[in-house]
């Protein structure tokens, strides 16, 4: 059973991206009737000097900062922090950015653009947080909530935690005086990283990656010019100690697409379930099987639709064990799930996003463009506590971007029962 994934307790952290498939390479690069465009905008709630880098005071003030898509035709399909303010990284600057993905369909001759429809808005409203900690089980409780919003024409994009910054220059030093490590290493020539960037997703254009199809699946490597090597929580050889939020601090966000159509939908959790090992209490690797947690849902016609995992750990608890999150995947329409429904195909990646200061220097970004062609829709992006410096003292996070498309009249979907 599985996909034959290749085991990651020792993985080569100096690859970009790992893609995994329920398609094997030629399957996945087959045009659809369906195409689309991807608007990729990055918010911060802190200053930043990077003109592309959008101010806000709150992630409730990105509603209105994207309305100008909506009229377009794009819709939010996912955000998600670039890196997860938990411990030490409550204080980078670049755990207050944002990234919003916006998705809509390219208007082919079978799709003739429709007249007169109102365009949906973007809905973000705040959860008072009931609890002192976010757990598998109050997430549950959210989920009830969501699914009654979803009576109500709200379209479930996803949870959103915010945690707010301390006052501080983008590249400077917080009130308790911990020096960002972003800006204690120099930078380097930003042209050299885009020319590797831009080379390594040309390849996958051209087929030139290495990589190997396992029985079930697909793994490719992207190779980079990065080394990724120390853990940002550990400077110097010393371990910093967690940052304990204060009352008041974390913020929880529930995002919805609101449609004025009869359209409703369901939503559905499932298994989360990774093995993790730590260096002290930072997590330092982590293992799922991907394709094996999700394909059951994918074949039943489900999308997912986000994740949740409680990252912190207790005192002292620093073994290597399994950690236990919680997707929510959305079902369309009443009945019973996968009822007359088309099954999808998958695209899972785990990529690293570099940042440089308060610039993202690498991300899913162009693997996400050429993907678009050929009728995959990014719905999910699991951000994890995983963070490195690259060579050039640039911060590192993986990241997992789930993709997805409906199965094909001449594909299956090759994955157990």
């Known amino acids: 059973m599985g996909c034959g994934l290749r085991k990651l307790e020792d993985p080569d952290d100096s690859s970009p991206g790992k893609i995994f498939s329920t398609l094997k390479r030629p399957q996945v690069e087959t045009k659809t009737d369906s195409a ?13 000097s990077n003109p592309e880098v959008i101010k806000i005071s709150s992630v409730l003030d990105i509603a ?15 955000v998600h922090p670039i890196i997860l303010p938990i411990g030490h990284r409550r204080n980078f600057p670049a755990s207050h950015i944002y990234r919003v993905v916006l998705s809509r369909l390219k208007l082919s001759q079978k799709h003739a653009a429709p007249r007169g429809q109102r365009h949906p808005r973007l809905v973000i409203e705040e959860c008072p947080l009931m609890y002192e900690t976010l757990t598998n089980e109050v997430v549950k409780e959210l989920l009830e909530k969501v699914n009654e919003a979803a009576k109500r024409g709200k379209k479930f994009v996803g949870f959103v935690t915010q945690h707010l910054p301390q006052p501080k220059a983008c590249n400077g030093t917080s009130i308790d005086g911990s020096a960002e490590l972003e800006s204690m290493l120099g930078r380097r020539n930003r042209e050299y990283r885009r020319k590797n960037s831009d080379e390594n997703y040309k390849n ?10 396992s029985e079930s699946g697909i793994e490719e490597e992207m190779q980079g010019e990065s080394s990724l090597l120390q853990d940002a929580d550990f400077q110097f050889g010393k371990e910093v100690s967690p940052v304990k939020p204060r009352k008041g601090d974390d913020k929880l966000y529930t995002v ?32 799922a099987d991907w394709l094996e947690l999700t394909t059951f849902y994918y074949k039943q016609g489900l999308s997912l639709i986000d994740s949740f995992v409680h990252w912190e750990t207790s005192k002292g608890d620093y073994l290597p064990k399994s950690l236990e999150g919680l997707f929510i995947y959305e079902e369309e329409g009443a009945g019973v799930p996968g ?15 570099v940042i440089e200061g308060c610039e993202i220097k690498t991300d899913y970004g162009p693997l996400l463009h050429t993907l678009a062609e050929f009728g995959w829709l990014l719905t999910c992006v699991l951000p994890t506590p995983i963070v490195r410096h ?24 090759q994955t157990p029962e």
């Not at 209105?64 to 996912?78: I, L, P, R, T």
């Not at 050039?392 to 094909?408: D, S």
Request: glycine share 8%.
């Open 64 to 78: 209105s900062k994207v309305e100008e898509y909506y009229s377009k035709g794009y819709v939010v399909g996912a």
């Open 339 to 353: 009822s007359n429904r088309k099954g999808n195909d998958a695209i899972v990646v785990e990529q690293w996003t």
């Open 204 to 213: 996958w254009n051209e087929g030139t990656l290495s990589g190997h199809s």
């Open 256 to 287: 919805f697409n609101v449609f004025d159509d009869s359209t409703c939908w369901t939503y559905h959790e499932g298994v989360l379930s990774m093995k993790v090992t730590r260096k002290g209490p930072v997590i330092s690797t982590l293992e």
């Open 390 to 413: 690259d060579s050039e003292g640039n911060l590192a996070t993986k990241q997992v971007i789930f993709l997805q498309r409906p199965v094909m009249w001449n594909s299956a979907v």
């Open 36 to 48: 689309y465009e991807y608007v990729l905008l990055d918010f911060t709630l802190e200053a930043s």
